[in-house]
């Protein structure tokens, strides 16, 4: 994985992530990364779901249901 190093961050701007951090339980390192991530996802098109809707948003209804098979089916005696 990757690293960066964040040089001259404004003492508020780094008051504030840590508040962040605290408010969502985790590390302020770990805030910036989520903060990060959630930005460049949404730049960038978005995550699998949104790559999945562009691709197939309009076909997924009726015409991917299918039948449910029964053949082969037998019952089963838990005695």
């Known amino acids: 994985m990757a690293s960066i190093t964040v040089r001259n961050l404004p003492d508020e701007v780094h008051r504030g992530l840590k508040q ?3 408010q969502n339980n985790r590390s ?3 805030e910036v990364r989520n903060i990060l991530s959630t930005v460049v996802r949404q730049r960038t098109g978005g995550g699998l779901g ?5 691709l197939w948003g309009n076909n ?3 015409e991917l ?8 089916l ?3 005696n838990f005695e």
């Open 20 to 22: 962040l951090a605290a």
């Open 28 to 30: 302020t390192e770990a």
């Open 50 to 54: 949104t790559t999945l809707h562009k």
């Open 60 to 62: 997924l209804g009726e």
């Open 65 to 72: 249901k299918t039948q449910r098979s029964t053949d082969g």
């Open 74 to 76: 037998r019952e089963v």
